[in-house]
């Protein structure tokens, strides 16, 4: 490896708050400390197939006031697998070595993958059959990659879900309500757990809690005894039926996206007491909006710990933040060890001691 490196950067997978800020520490510690090129890839994977392969030299004007910038300047998608490549006929088609030759194309020295544990699991099989280097930037809005207290995008989605119940208590108060806030949490519950105690629901319904719909109305009805007229509810969109199946609808594309159980939990509880219940699906909006100033900061010292991976040649790895720093562990151990809310953990132990009703 020569001192004058190449690194390629991309993000995949779902955008969040804070992919830009991330991209911008890269460009300026890379280009600034050490003098190499950053070459940032356009839609992830989907740039490498491209000949050439669509990516743009990246110097500290082309992130000029990225650090407060939404989304990702590069692109994003989560339909890129090259070992499972969706074709237009609707066949599927390993398109692996393909990518790998885009790789070799833009003559790397290392790649930057900023992603959740499914971009960076095929991102390091690809790494693997290519034969080239690799590190992990982990970002996920459910805050559930292993090894890392912070990923991207997890801090500013909490203040967007906070925010909504901060809002949502005025409306719920003067029209006496029930009203279910519905949020994102694909397989974990951190975001509901979390906004739902900085932001005073009265009800938290996590994936990892099964839930009693009778026990939550005596909870309400509890409330109402009390003289409190209105609570209100947060649900993480992964919480099953009571029968054990998830909410889902299938677009037009024939892709199943969970949603809808904000609806199914608001029925099941009107069906069992006088109460008008009203639900907000927050969708997407948790993935916008200017970052938090936590999640510039995690970007910020991950941008800058990722290049100093690369200049230690110390590859296979993805920066974590663990006891108040950064510091790395092998991408295999990352995405092994999932990170699904603890039960036994702080947050838990939280809502129950604030009077919180968890649905058990």
């Avoid at 190449?6 to 991330?22: E, F, Q, Y």
């Avoid at 999640?295 to 040649?313: C, K, Q």
């Amino acid at each position: 490896m020569g001192e004058n490196k190449r690194i390629g950067i991309l993000t995949s997978g779902g955008d969040c708050a804070g992919l830009n800020a991330a991209i911008r520490a890269v460009v300026y510690h890379a280009t600034g400390h050490y003098g190499y090129q950053v070459f940032g890839i356009h839609q992830a994977t989907l740039g490498l197939l491209k000949r050439p392969p669509k990516a743009i030299e990246l110097d500290r004007k082309a992130v000029r006031g990225l650090l407060v910038a939404g989304g990702t300047m590069l692109g994003t998608t989560n339909k890129g697998d090259p070992f499972a490549y969706p074709m237009p006929d609707g066949s599927i088609c390993d398109r692996s070595d393909e990518m790998i030759e885009g790789y070799r194309q833009l003559n790397l020295d290392a790649l930057l993958v900023i992603g959740g544990d499914g971009s960076l699991a095929i991102l390091r099989k690809l790494a693997q059959q290519g034969q080239f280097n690799i590190i992990g930037i982990p970002k996920t809005i459910d805050n559930d990659i292993g090894l890392t207290e912070h990923s991207i995008g997890f801090e500013t989605a909490v203040d967007i879900a906070t925010e909504a119940l901060d809002r949502l208590h005025f409306t719920a108060a003067s029209h006496e309500r029930v009203l279910i806030l519905e949020v994102m949490g694909r397989d974990a519950g951190h975001i509901a757990i979390s906004a739902g105690i900085s932001g005073g629901a009265d009800v938290i319904l996590i994936p990892e809690i099964a839930y009693d719909l009778d026990k939550v109305c005596e909870h309400i009805k509890r409330r109402r005894d009390s003289g409190k007229n209105y609570s209100l509810v947060i649900v993480s969109e992964a919480v099953k039926t009571i029968e054990g199946s998830s909410v889902t609808n299938v677009n037009v594309l024939g892709q199943t996206r969970y949603g809808g159980v904000g609806q199914y939990i608001a029925e099941g509880i009107t069906a069992r007491m006088e109460a008008e219940t009203r639900v907000t699906v927050l969708g997407h909006t948790q993935r916008g909006g200017i970052p938090s100033p936590t999640d510039r900061l995690v970007a910020s010292a991950f941008g800058v710990a990722a290049v100093d991976l690369v200049a230690e040649e110390k590859y296979d790895r993805m920066v974590t933040w663990q006891n108040r720093q950064v510091t790395s562990v092998p991408i295999e151990d990352a995405i092994r060890d999932y990170k699904v809310v603890d039960l036994q953990g702080t947050l838990v132990k939280t809502a129950r001691g604030l009077g919180i009703c968890l649905g058990d």
